[in-house]
């Protein structure tokens, strides 16, 4: 099965796609991204997707160069080449190539294309069985964190330092209020409310977070969008975590501490269970 890329309009294998060493992204950043679910062979929530690509775009002044339906056609063939059912289909456009220069060119730009599809690895199923482990750090990141960019430093930082502390996954914390993960929002359970922390520019609004609480929703589940302080997870019933990659994923332990009453509680196995039925 090939790992497939569509790079400015061309498909080829993943292995032979290359873009220009000045290329703003390579060398500022200076693009967005997203990453789409793949089940049996269709994308999950892909328009929201968009949605939340063109807003990123809009965002930084990166003119999107296709419609809505032709992104829909692209990666229904790039899915289709590959072969692979359970897949993620990663797309990047960045503010395209130019002699290297903080400001970009007054000019019309041709943004850089990239898509790629690769097979999707599960997390171990013990993590969901069991919980996974988390770690608290500084929110060293900008200011607008809801702009999906390809700017990815401080999470990558983070995600290094929960790796060397045993755990999944890093919170970032920015005065007292816990945000989200680094590939991740979070949620917790309080008397079988479901509560996170309400979208603005200091989070991404994932689209698995939109999905989970209104699954919560038409399961009878209370929701609550509203500030969270990281003195609150060790006080939750149960931690969670919600994102494209690891679905509904129960929290453990937070900073070593146990989460509640041992994880996955019960708003989170059900959760976990709503969340299976909706993919399909
Ligand atoms: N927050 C951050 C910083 C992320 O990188 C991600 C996903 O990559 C999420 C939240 C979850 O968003 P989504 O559910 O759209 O994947």
């Not at 969270?228 to 070593?256: F, Q, S, W």
Request: contains cysteine; aromatic residues 6%.
């Amino acid at each position: 099965m090939p790992e497939i890329a569509f790079v400015n309009d061309v498909f080829l294998p993943l292995s032979e796609a290359r873009v220009s060493v000045e290329d703003r992204g390579f060398q500022f950043g200076d693009g967005v991204y997203e990453l789409v679910r793949v089940y049996a062979g269709a994308p999950f929530h892909l328009p929201e997707h968009l949605e939340r690509l063109d807003q990123s775009a809009r965002a930084l002044g990166i003119p999107l160069p296709y419609p809505r339906d032709r992104w829909t056609a692209v990666i229904a063939e790039a899915v289709a080449r590959s072969g692979f059912a359970d897949a993620k289909v990663y797309i990047q456009v960045t503010r395209g190539v130019a002699p290297r220069d903080h400001v970009p060119a007054a000019g019309p730009v041709t943004p850089t294309v990239v898509v790629t599809v690769r097979a999707m690895t599960p997390l171990a199923p013990a993590l969901y069985t069991g919980g996974a482990a988390v770690v608290t750090v500084a929110d060293v990141r900008w200011a607008r964190c809801n702009i999906k960019t390809i700017g990815l430093l401080a999470n990558v930082l983070a995600k290094q330092q929960a790796r060397d502390q045993g755990a999944q996954e890093a919170l970032f914390v920015r005065d007292g209020a816990v945000l989200e993960g680094a590939t991740s929002n979070v949620m917790l359970v309080e008397k079988r409310c479901l509560v996170t922390p309400p979208e603005g520019p200091l989070l991404l609004p994932g689209v698995t977070r939109r999905v989970v609480l209104g699954l919560a929703q038409a399961a009878g589940v209370a929701v609550k969008e509203r500030p969270v302080r990281e003195d609150e997870l060790y006080a939750a019933d149960e931690v969670l975590l919600t994102g494209t990659t690891i679905e509904v994923l129960p929290v453990a332990r937070v900073n070593g501490r146990p989460v509640g009453a041992g994880a996955p509680g019960p708003v989170t196995t059900l959760l976990m269970a709503r969340f299976r039925e909706a993919r399909g």
